[in-house]
């Protein structure tokens, strides 16, 4: 059976280690002068400031060629607007997120622009942020398939097809990938080093 398309961006599943994923996440701040929504699933990457009290680091959506720090995972309410929704964060507005931050998480993510196949298995590629939905408040993120090489500046390796009876080989296959320049890991952006990752297989 063909796989079916749903795009939702990136979802931590597990640890590099087998260990499942059980939620741990840490909050960032994203500021009003972003003029990018923001949505679950999205990669961010480090925006080079805190909040007001410097608790919580801010981060802006990342881009294709980007390091990431990590993924959002849910929005902190806001006390003083309850009416405001927390599905996704509206563009251009102060907005506390919770990103799943460790350098060792394994995301499941769809495969686009492309058809995958098992010899990808072990390769590095870019992702694209498509098309979010504001309806559900995921991301609209995927792995551009047409991307996929050994290449190490590429911001994901591939480590699998995710093991689902609904998920083949095929177009539309959720795979299993790790952040590949990650900043909080060493050779990322922050390290005071060029931004690196490891050479795919």
């Known amino acids: 059976m063909a796989n079916?398309?749903?795009?939702?961006?990136?979802?931590?599943v597990k640890y590099k280690n087998g260990a499942p994923y059980t939620g741990a996440?840490?909050?960032?701040f994203i500021a009003s002068g972003d003029g990018t929504a923001v949505y679950v699933g999205d990669p961010v990457k480090l925006a080079g400031s805190a909040d007001t009290?410097?608790?919580?680091?801010?981060?802006?959506?990342?881009?294709?060629?980007?390091?990431?720090?990590?993924?959002?995972?849910?929005?902190?309410?806001?006390?003083?607007?309850?009416?405001v929704s927390g599905q996704?964060?509206?563009?251009?507005?102060?907005?506390?997120?919770?990103?799943?931050?460790?350098?060792?998480?394994?995301?499941?993510?769809?495969?686009?622009?492309?058809?995958?196949?098992?010899?990808?298995?072990?390769?590095?590629?870019?992702?694209?942020?498509?098309?979010?939905?504001?309806?559900?408040?995921r991301s609209g993120a995927y792995v551009d398939f047409g991307t996929e090489a050994t290449t190490s500046t590429l911001e994901l390796k591939i480590l699998g097809f995710a093991?689902?009876?609904?998920n083949e080989v095929?177009?539309?296959?959720?795979?299993?990938v790790s952040i590949n320049k990650h900043q909080l890991a060493t050779g990322g952006q922050d390290d005071g080093g060029t931004a690196d990752g490891v050479v795919g297989v």
């Not at 959002?72 to 009416?83: E, H, I, K, R, S």
């Not at 093991?163 to 609904?166: A, G, L, Q, W």
């Open 4 to 12: 079916v398309s749903r795009l939702r961006g990136f979802t931590p």
């Open 25 to 28: 996440c840490r909050k960032y």
């Open 53 to 83: 009290d410097g608790t919580s680091p801010t981060v802006i959506m990342a881009a294709a060629n980007d390091s990431l720090v990590g993924v959002v995972v849910g929005f902190a309410y806001n006390p003083d607007n309850l009416n």
């Open 88 to 137: 996704y964060r509206v563009a251009s507005t102060n907005r506390y997120v919770y990103v799943a931050d460790s350098p060792d998480l394994v995301f499941e993510i769809e495969a686009s622009n492309g058809t995958p196949a098992a010899t990808d298995v072990g390769l590095n590629a870019s992702f694209a942020v498509g098309t979010p939905s504001a309806t559900t408040g």
């Open 163 to 166: 093991p689902r009876i609904d």
């Open 170 to 176: 095929g177009a539309s296959a959720k795979l299993l």
